[in-house]
Nanobody
Framework: QVQLVESGGGLVQPGGSLRLSCAASGSIGSIYDMGWYRQAPGKERELVARITSGGSTNYADSVKGRFTISRDNAKNMAYLQMNSLKPEDTAVYYC???????????????WGQGTQVTVSS
């Protein structure tokens, strides 16, 4: 009954920008940490950026200075602004959130379905 849905992925040239959105919906009591992860072909899923409910952030070294994670608590949304994109950023990007569910009042780690980001000239 709780879902995360990513949007905003697509094809972009090197040096370009994309903004990913993650919308949480359903029986949500509270959302704690939210994050963006990515998985490139043949690679393991890796942390891209994470943000706490209070707004503290951390980033993978590979994206520091280029990506910015943010959230809108009132809208139950998280965002990933990606600038100066590189071909090595090509991956499926997944939203993640720790959510307390209203129906059982338990915290569960949720994942979105992923959105493809392709950086190519």
């Amino acid at each position: 009954q709780v879902q995360l849905v990513e949007s905003g992925g697509g094809l972009v040239q090197p040096g370009g920008s994309l903004r990913l959105s993650c919308a949480a919906s359903g029986s949500i009591g509270s959302i704690y940490d939210m994050g963006w992860y990515r998985q490139a072909p043949g690679k393991e899923r890796e942390l891209v950026a994470r943000i706490t409910s209070g707004g503290s952030t951390n980033y993978a070294d590979s994206v520091k200075g280029r990506f910015t994670i943010s959230r809108d608590n009132a809208k139950n949304m998280a965002y990933l602004q990606m600038n100066s994109l590189k071909p090595e950023d090509t991956a499926v990007y997944y939203c993640n959130a720790d959510i307390r569910r209203t129906f059982d009042n338990r915290v569960h780690d949720y994942w979105g379905q992923g959105t493809q980001v392709t950086v190519s000239s």
